[in-house]
């Protein structure tokens, strides 16, 4: 357990529990709306705001959550507007926000590009005081969020037509979706870098929908796996000199092949169990209907 001596590593593995917390917290609501990658577009749009921290002298976490933040709600408003060129304005919105923070890195004082790498593909050393308490409170809004309005965010992103129906704020709960996933990008930059933190928002969800059928199991199984590979990453990168952005990325994916393996026999036990109980049962009297709704438990 010598690992946990360092002072910087034990900063580095608190990060990286906030993150694998609130990485799946948010993924799961984006893979639900079909937006997994939408991520991927916020951590190009975040790169600007690293780029004017350096420039600015400024924290370029806070700085970088200020400009996600800006290009998310464009993202969501131009999502809902957006017609045939609306694939077009994200793309541009994705590729200035990368060409803008590589611009504004290299008009910041000498030093700045190597700081940069942390950023894109995370860094143990560097996560500083400052950062974790950055982290720690950016962590509890997304937390607070996806978890406080689980329901609520779970119907919107399941069918937004039924949300509006019922009464929800389906704008105005979309454009919480989007900021809330443009803060976890802020909070995973650190520890996985703005490149890969996508991945780390879509593959424990993707891993625990092998084994759940309902909401509430795929949440707490997706996050328990995003603590999981964060903190087996972050502690490999210690005995390892490797980027424990890569790293983390790599042990999900593995996580994610082995939970299909697991998903296969346990589907074909389950059929099994169910052709049998249908055998037994077909003298009994039939059970009323069930709907969709009555196998998600939020």
């Known amino acids: 357990m010598d690992f946990l001596e360092p002072a910087f590593m034990q900063r580095a593995l608190l990060a990286a529990v906030l993150v694998g ?15 997994a990658l939408m991520g991927d577009g916020i951590g190009h749009v975040a790169m600007t705001g690293v780029g004017l921290g350096f420039l600015l002298n400024s924290s370029p976490v806070w700085m970088a959550t200020l400009v996600a933040v800006a290009g998310s709600v464009a993202m969501e408003l131009i999502r809902a507007y957006g017609k045939t060129r609306g694939d077009l304005a994200l793309a ?8 803008g923070g590589v611009l504004l890195i290299n008009l910041a004082p000498t ?28 962590a509890a809004f997304v937390v607070l969020v996806t978890v406080g309005l689980r329901r609520q965010l779970f119907a919107v992103s399941q069918d937004e037509e039924f949300a509006r129906v019922t009464g929800l704020p389906v704008r105005l709960l979309n454009l919480l979706i989007a900021v ?14 703005l490149l890969l933190v996508s991945a780390l928002m879509v593959v424990p969800v993707a891993a625990a929908q092998q084994l759940s059928k309902s909401f509430r199991a795929t949440f707490v ?12 990453g972050t502690v490999t990168t210690y005995y390892v000199d490797v980027p424990p952005g890569s790293t983390i990325v790599l042990y999900a994916i ?28 077909c003298d ?5 209907a069930r709907g969709p709704a009555d196998d998600v438990r939020v």
């Open 21 to 35: 917390i609130t990485a799946p917290a948010v993924g799961i609501y984006l893979v639900q709306r079909r937006q």
């Open 254 to 281: 593995g996580v994610f092949v082995l939970m299909t393996l697991l998903a296969a026999p346990l589907a074909r036990r389950r059929a099994r169990a169910a052709e049998a109980a249908a055998v037994e049962g």
């Open 111 to 138: 030093g700045s590009n190597a700081n940069l790498t942390s950023y894109l593909f995370g860094s143990l050393s560097t996560v500083s005081p400052e950062d974790v308490t950055a982290i720690s409170v950016l």
């Open 180 to 193: 809330t996933a443009a803060v976890t990008v802020t909070v995973a930059m650190r520890v996985v870098g």
């Open 92 to 99: 541009l919105l994705f590729y200035g926000g990368m060409a």
């Open 221 to 232: 199984l997706a996050v328990a796996t995003g603590v999981a590979v964060t903190l087996a």
């Open 284 to 288: 009994t009297p039939v059970p009323p």
